[in-house]
């Protein structure tokens, strides 16, 4: 099972794709990329990845991971164009 999961689709379609993610305390996403532009922003929590009201910004090809060291669930929305697929995602 994934360490993190969506917890409320904004909106899914083609030409992108919009999900709030949670991630449990002590969750790790591997390192990965995109065939796409990815930009999320932290609504809850902080951990060693990632800081609570901070966007980020991953460019196509820019490898990226979500390390929640924390105590704390890490609960962030994801704007990635295009849609987000297992096709457009490859995991280093
Ligand atoms: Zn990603």
Redesign the pocket.
Known sequence: MADYFKEKKIFDGKLASCFVYGMKPGGI?KK???QAL?IEYVIKGSCKTHQQGKFYM?KKGQA?EVINDSNQPLVFI?LTIPQESERN?IYL
């Open positions: 996403e990965h990329y995109h990815e991953y990226h994801c995602t």
